[in-house]
């Protein structure tokens, strides 16, 4: 008998106010059709003011525990990826278990950037695999737009805020591939490129500092390095792109999607997107395509999905799992 880790939930949450591409056209010297074109973003939400990422994950995390008909008491822990935490400490994740009214197990954040989601999900399997936790809340939240530049234009039109969240529970399986569950993962991390995609503040300047990156650089090694985790995570448990129903990638770009997808030799009609109308939300964003994916009737129980995801680091891995 082999213990899997299930998704039996998904939730999201996304601010009210919706931000268009037409608005960053006031301030900078940029078009709706170059960032259409560009980055097949079309509108983001971004959080009202004094509303913090642990907000966004509440929402998220509620709604992923309706979906899977569960109380907060009932989850041993809860894993919450996220660059933005409200404060530099405590986690978000304890912020989020004492607004649930959680008052046992425990909570703590991962910090992976835009692949914090693949990072959170591969750290809760090992938890439950492990035996030490049956039930895990697994979360991406973010407010990138607290780390914006408003005046680089080459930045600030491409992110937006919003959380998702899964819940986890350990099954028993067979320990073959038609298990539910999470069937395998690949993490890796490369930090003689931190310089590619940052912030430029944090504890050591005392300022919460803004997000800078050097898009095409980021971009050449998304599209290499997205695929080759996609299949070196099919390859440990002997899949092939053939075998899977879903790509769920991060979604920071459309063009990266779309080559990502094609090196896997799958059509686009099998690949989740959402980045017209969410943006970049660095590690919400698998967590939401997820949700979003489900309410619209695409991902159903027993699909074989592939996540993946890049950002700064450059830290990057993928998880198959069957839902
Ligand atoms: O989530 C973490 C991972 N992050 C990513 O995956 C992001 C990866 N990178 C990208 O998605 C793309 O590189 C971008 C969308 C950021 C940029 O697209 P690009 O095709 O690589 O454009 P570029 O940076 O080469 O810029 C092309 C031109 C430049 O002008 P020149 O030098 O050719 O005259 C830019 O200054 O577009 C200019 N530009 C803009 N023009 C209008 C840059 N930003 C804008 C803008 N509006 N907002």
């Known amino acids: 008998m082999t213990t899997r880790a299930v998704v039996i939930g998904a939730g999201h949450y996304l601010p ?7 608005e960053f056209e006031k301030t900078l010297d940029t078009t709706d059709e170059w960032i259409r074109a560009r980055s097949g973003i079309e509108r983001r939400h971004f959080a009202a003011e004094g509303q913090t990422t642990s907000d966004l994950a509440c929402r998220a995390a509620r709604n ?10 009932d989850i041993d822990a809860i894993v919450l990826a996220t660059s933005t935490a409200d404060l530099t400490f405590p986690s978000a994740a304890t912020m989020v278990q004492a607004q649930l009214g959680m008052t046992r197990g425990f909570a703590f954040d991962v910090q992976a950037v835009c692949a914090g ?18 039930r ?4 991406g939240a973010e407010t990138f737009s607290r780390i914006m530049d408003w005046t680089d234009r080459s930045t600030c039109v491409l992110f937006g805020d919003g959380a998702g969240a899964v819940v986890l529970e350990a099954r028993n ?8 569950g999470i069937l395998s993962t690949d993490l890796n991390s490369d930090g003689r490129y931190r310089d590619l995609l940052y912030v430029d503040g944090g504890v050591s300047t005392q300022s919460t500092g803004f997000l800078r990156m050097e898009g095409k650089e980021v971009f050449r090694h998304a599209v290499e390095k997205l695929a080759a985790t996609a299949t070196t995570a099919l390859d440990k448990i002997g899949m092939t792109s053939a075998d899977i129903d879903w790509v769920v990638p991060h979604q920071a770009n459309i063009r990266i999607i779309k080559g990502t997808a094609k090196k896997l030799d799958l059509p686009m009609e099998q690949v989740i997107v959402t980045v017209q109308d969410h943006g970049n939300t660095s590690a919400a ?14 991902i159903r129980e027993g699909d074989v999905l592939v996540t993946e995801a890049i950002g700064g680091g450059l830290a990057w891995g993928a998880v198959v799992l069957r839902w």
């Open 136 to 139: 895990v809340l697994v979360i």
């Open 173 to 180: 399986g067979s320990g073959n591939n038609a298990d539910r």
């Open 16 to 22: 009210e106010r919706i931000v268009e591409n037409a």
């Open 64 to 73: 992923a525990l309706a979906d899977a008909g569960l109380e907060p008491d």
């Open 117 to 134: 989601f693949i990072y959170a999900l591969t750290n809760a399997n090992a938890l439950i695999v492990s035996g030490q936790a049956k």
């Open 285 to 298: 964003s698998i967590p939401l395509a997820l949700s979003v994916g489900k309410q619209r009737g695409q």
